[in-house]
């Protein structure tokens, strides 16, 4: 009984080791994020929050190339950069994942066409 014991503290010590390596590394890069997105005076916060609408990361993006990514129009619903193309791209390999993971392809099929 007292194995489980020092198995289960064991446990709980990795367990707030791997969450505090966590903690470090989004804060790591944030502030690496952060670096970069002052070049255009934007800022983030929460990681996760403030990259879920894509504003930020396209930001980040466009820093790191160079390069400007197109802009979308007025009352477009996505960026002009997520073309209906991508879209079903995406969608397709969606598919043959979900396929996959059932059994009903192969992995060379899958891997072949992803």
């Not at 969608?91 to 899958?110: D, P, R, T, V």
Request: charged fraction near 35%.
């Amino acid at each position: 009984m007292e194995r489980a014991g020092a198995w289960s503290a064991r446990l709980v010590e990795l367990m707030c080791c791997m969450d505090e390596r966590d903690k470090v590394q989004k804060k790591t890069f944030t502030k690496w994020m952060n670096q970069h997105l002052k070049k255009v005076r934007k800022h983030v916060n929460d990681l996760y929050e403030d990259l879920r609408d894509g504003h930020n990361l396209i930001s980040l993006l466009e820093v790191l190339s160079g390069d400007t990514l197109r802009k979308a129009g007025k009352n477009a619903r996505r960026p002009a950069w997520m073309s209906k193309e991508l879209l079903d791209t995406l969608s397709h390999k969606k598919k043959l994942y979900k396929e996959w993971k059932k059994g009903q392809l192969e992995w060379g099929a899958y891997k072949e066409a992803a």
